[in-house]
């Protein structure tokens, strides 16, 4: 998120490495329009609970149930957390199918957690003991996902944390002595290793996704990260790497202290949207959000917590692409590798919707037009796309155009209706001083139950041919 320019550009020497792109991957970007997330590793064998006695309210999510608050935590906690891996088997793991039912779901990127806090990697790495080597699972799960979504078309951007909680060399605060200062290079030099290595293994992947990188140790390691960073790129050439990374010298992090964006787009939204688009400074973003309120891994008792329907993930990812921006929908797979009912509801209710709305997800983006009060604006120049979240008992939207426009709305359809041509007025009802004019889309007489459903409007010349003809009809 922008946060206030503290310095002018000339006081930043640890600033952006590239400026914005306009390359093939992040033009990719941009039309991603929907992704997955995935928060899989040992803390989904447990689902937030351990032994009958749940961690909820006791760990800060269900993937942080490692730091089960040590006043209520099981006794030998997180020692028996960290011998999990012996017992890490997934039975039902088929990278195959986690990719065909994503492409299903309308997902151009994934986002697959290699490594989160606990430190365990989900790939055999040669930098640690703590691995998928260690566990009777005889297989290279990161090998896996990024074979099998590659093949179904779906990018692939790694998720990786800094941030180790068991490392013994890990450390919240910037070291103070020499022995500290020994200790962080050495873990600096971990995590070099382990992203050159992860590129190495697996270098068809578009991006890395990082998270962890909040503690002052890493972000007083602005002057490493920074030459990491340009490894990184050169390994992988268009490798996307977000605003998460690190920090400048002046300890800012997302944007550097003359407000400029540190990375190739916007990692801060975070289960939470933009108000609107003039928040974003033009940055290209994604929003990640989970299902549930918090908790990205797997979480076995839902009970009480309110579980996004498909129509909010809808309204979520149309408020995104209304913003120009990604909606990046998280599961937490179980110990298995199962998902759960509701995140199979939600994929398939975003799959049948992006696949019947492609044309309003995919390839369009922000309208400079006032939002009507029925839904969501998006377009991709030559059409606009009304989202319908609510009907008007008028049984009409109503768009507002400048009326020195060029281009107004002509033709109307909505593909979900048994008959989809829709009827366009021109209506004269401006206020004194309005420098808007309107137009009413008639809505289709059987409104397509229980979703938000599209209305696609079609714009032509004041004028033209078409509009004489709706002006005509009506
Ligand atoms: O602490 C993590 C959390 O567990 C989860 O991985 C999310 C995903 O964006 N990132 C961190 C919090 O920002």
Redesign the pocket.
């Known amino acids: 998120m922008p946060s206030p320019a503290t310095a002018p550009a000339d006081d930043v020497r640890f600033g952006p490495l590239v400026g914005r792109r306009d390359d093939e991957a992040m033009r990719a970007f941009r039309s991603y329009g929907l992704g997955q997330?995935i928060?899989w590793g040992l803390y989904s064998m447990l689902g937030n609970e351990f032994e009958g006695r749940s961690a909820r309210g006791h760990a800060?999510?269900s993937?942080?149930i490692r730091q089960w608050n040590p006043r209520t935590a099981p006794e030998g906690w997180p020692r028996q957390y960290d011998a999990l891996h012996r017992s890490f088997d997934p039975s039902d793991f088929d990278a195959r199918r986690w990719a065909r039912e994503a492409r299903q779901m309308g997902a151009r990127y994934v986002i697959f957690?290699t490594k989160?806090?606990d430190g365990f990697a989900m790939w055999p790495s040669a930098h640690s003991e703590y691995t998928i080597a260690a566990t009777p699972y005889e297989g290279d799960i990161v090998g896996e996902i990024v074979e099998a979504y590659a093949a179904e078309g779906i990018d692939v951007f790694l998720y990786y944390s800094v941030l180790e909680w068991n490392h013994p060399d890990y450390m919240a605060h910037a070291p103070r002595t020499a022995q500290e200062r020994e200790r962080w290079e050495r873990f600096l030099e971990y995590t070099r290793a382990q992203l050159l290595e992860l590129l190495e293994l697996y270098p068809q992947v578009k991006g890395l996704w990082f998270?962890?990188t909040w503690d002052a140790s890493w972000v007083s390691s602005y002057e490493f990260a920074y030459a990491l960073e340009q490894e990184l790129r050169a390994a992988v050439p268009g490798l996307i790497i977000g605003s998460r990374f690190r920090a400048d010298e002046h300890g800012s992090r997302h944007v550097d202290s003359s407000g400029a964006l540190l990375g190739d787009y916007q990692q801060g939204w975070?289960r939470k949207l933009p108000q609107d688009i003039t928040v974003l400074d033009g940055q290209d973003w994604d929003c990640?959000m989970t299902i549930a309120p918090n908790g990205?891994g797997h979480i076995r008792d839902t009970t009480g917590l309110h579980l996004k329907s498909p129509q909010e993930m809808i309204e979520l990812l149309m408020r995104c692409r209304s913003m120009n921006g990604n909606l990046v929908v998280n599961i937490g797979p179980d110990g298995e590798g199962r998902l759960s009912c509701h995140e199979h509801e939600i994929m398939t209710a975003l799959g049948e919707w992006t696949e019947q709305n492609a044309a309003a997800v995919y390839g369009a983006g922000h309208v400079e037009l006032p939002e009507p009060r029925a839904g969501i604006l998006t377009g991709d120049g030559q059409r606009v796309f009304v989202t319908v979240l609510a009907v008007p008992v008028s049984g009409a939207i109503r768009l507002a155009v400048p009326k020195d426009s060029a281009r107004v709305p002509v033709t109307a359809r909505c593909e979900a209706a048994s008959s989809p041509e829709l009827a366009v007025h021109h209506r004269d009802v401006g206020l004194d001083r309005d420098p808007m004019t309107y137009y009413d889309v008639d809505l289709p007489a059987q409104i397509p139950p229980g979703r938000p459903f599209v209305v696609t409007v079609e714009l032509g010349e004041v004028g033209g041919s078409a509009q004489e003809l709706m002006a005509a009809l009506t």
């Open positions: 997330f928060h800060a999510a993937e942080w957690t989160h806090h998270d962890g975070e990640v990205w």
